[in-house]
């Protein structure tokens, strides 16, 4: 099975940040970038912020 070049991998809402890097280093990818954007829910006819998701770009360590 061929493994895709780069792969967004998203940090559990259980896990920190290392976790998802150990994660990541475990399936052969190395840390590349990071993006993050709020998770909204409504509440009372409002949407209010109620925590970030982050994402992990990974590259294969083995490409290059």
Known sequence: MSQ???IWFKVEEHETIS???E???AEGYMPA?????????????KYV???QMI????V???SE
């Not at 970038?33 to 006819?45: K, M, N, S, T």
């Not at 994402?55 to 990974?58: A, E, R, S």
């Open 33 to 45: 970038g990071r993006r993050e954007e709020p998770l909204f829910e409504e509440r009372d006819g």
């Open 55 to 58: 994402q992990l770009k990974g």
């Open 19 to 21: 976790d998802c890097i």
């Open 4 to 6: 895709r070049k780069t």
């Open 60 to 62: 294969l360590a083995d």
């Open 23 to 25: 994660r990541m280093r």
């Open 49 to 51: 912020p109620i925590r």
